[in-house]
C-alpha cells in the first residue's frame, strides 16, 4: 500500500522556520522524483519545489528560491522542505508529490500557517 505521509507543519511566526518531513513507503522512492505543493486558502494548488530521483537536480517556485530548501534521504524514504524566513504569503495546506511517469502519489497534506 502506498503513503506518503507529511509531518512537521504548525503555526510559525513570520520570518520564522519550519521543517516539513514527507515519509514514503509502498513504492521505490528511489527510483521517484518528490515535490512538494502547497494549496493557499481559495486558490489553486501550486508547485513550490522539485527534487530528481538522485538530488542532482532541484527547482523552485520563484516565490520561495532562496528561502526554501528541498533535500531528500533515499536511505531514510524521506523527502524534506526546510522553510526559512517565513512570510504570511506561505499560508497553506502543503501536499507531498512522488512521480514517475505514469504513476503518481499524493501525500495528506499538512497544514502551515504564518501568522504573528
Known amino acids: 500500500q502506498v503513503q506518503l505521509v507529511e509531518s512537521g507543519g504548525g503555526l510559525v511566526q513570520p520570518g520564522g522556520s519550519l521543517r516539513l518531513s514527507c515519509a514514503a513507503s509502498?513504492?521505490?522512492?528511489?527510483?521517484?522524483?518528490m515535490r512538494w505543493y502547497r494549496q493557499p486558502p481559495g486558490k489553486e494548488r501550486e508547485l513550490v519545489a522539485a527534487?530528481?530521483?538522485?538530488?542532482?537536480?532541484?527547482h523552485y517556485a520563484d516565490s520561495v528560491r532562496g528561502r526554501f530548501t528541498i533535500s531528500r534521504d533515499n536511505l531514510k524514504n524521506t523527502v524534506y522542505l526546510q522553510m526559512n524566513s517565513l512570510k504570511p504569503e506561505d499560508t497553506a495546506v502543503y501536499y507531498c508529490n512522488a512521480i514517475r511517469i505514469p504513476y503518481e502519489y499524493w501525500g495528506q497534506g499538512t497544514q502551515v500557517t504564518v501568522s504573528s
Open positions: 509502498g513504492f521505490t522512492f528511489s527510483n521517484y522524483a
Open positions: 527534487i530528481g530521483s538522485v538530488s542532482t537536480s532541484t
